[in-house]
């Protein structure tokens, strides 16, 4: 792991900052499913997202904002990077992770997304993408239980929506940095598609597959899932997202105890309520019992969490 230094406060903690690193390099790595760089070059990136961040700032704050910042800004620089590889070289397969087997193969996404007044979106790359996108929207159809003419209909419409200007003329296909992006993008047109051909026949009922998946947020703190997990579902919501979607939802000290509890995972509950400078902070009674303290500091983790999932899944 590379030595930091950092131009910020030297009230900045190392192990915070370390922490931070080894996020940024793990999202520097693979900062969208199918694409893979080096180790020096993730460790490059890290190093400077984390000193590109530390400019906007004279004052470190708080270890969920600036490693929220970092990942970002390290997720930015390795797109742009693989996809200028690609660009200078004419190959879409620079940087594909191998051991990535969903589909044969990438298309040019430059050419997907060439576009003139008159055609539209035009290139014969588009010939190739109903057979790539296809099997994966299918198997996600048929996981909610929409599968034959009415899942075909639903998947010929994605692909339509795909390139379907928005009011501001851009369109979603326009998103993507590099190809990869372009299965999950797809997966969520898929998924609200999903959700307007079940509502048009009046059986959405609180469909638990309708939303954001949360399981990791709201089981155990002491044994929470990372949100740093790359090999798990590539539709998963990072840290970044949510940090960047509810960061005026939440207080610093509700931060604080999400990040430490749920992202760093750097202390269990029984060490939180064993920290008297920590429950000062959050206004938990150092006086009261180890089970009072547990109940009380479970209680601001659900609060935050409430905001958290209110604010997503709607």
Known sequence: MAVLSHPMSPAVNPEQLERCWQACWTRARRPVEGVLISEDEASSIAERSIRNVSLDFDDFPGEAEFTARALEEASRATRELVAQKR????????????EDHRYDRNLDLDRLKKH?????????EWNHLPSLLRPLALHTLSRKGIT???AEEIFNDTLVELSR?????HAPILDPTVFEELIPLHTRIVGFRAIDWFRKRGT????PNSGESFDALTGDPDHAMQFE?????????????????????????EWELIFTLFVAQSATVQDLIADAAFCKRHGIRSSASAST???ELQEQVDTALG????????
């Open 307 to 314: 905001k958290i999932r209110k604010i997503l899944i709607n």
């Open 293 to 295: 303290k547990r109940r």
């Open 87 to 98: 660009r200078t070289v004419s190959d879409p397969q620079i940087h594909h992770d191998p």
């Open 148 to 150: 034959g003419p009415d």
């Open 165 to 169: 200007q928005r009011e501001n003329g």
């Open 116 to 124: 003139d007044d008159a055609r539209g979106f035009h290139d014969r």
């Open 229 to 253: 997990d790359h090999h798990s579902d590539p539709n998963q919501t990072t840290f970044e997202r949510i940090y960047t979607e509810c960061r005026e939802a939440l207080t610093a000290r």
């Open 204 to 207: 959405l009922k609180n469909k």
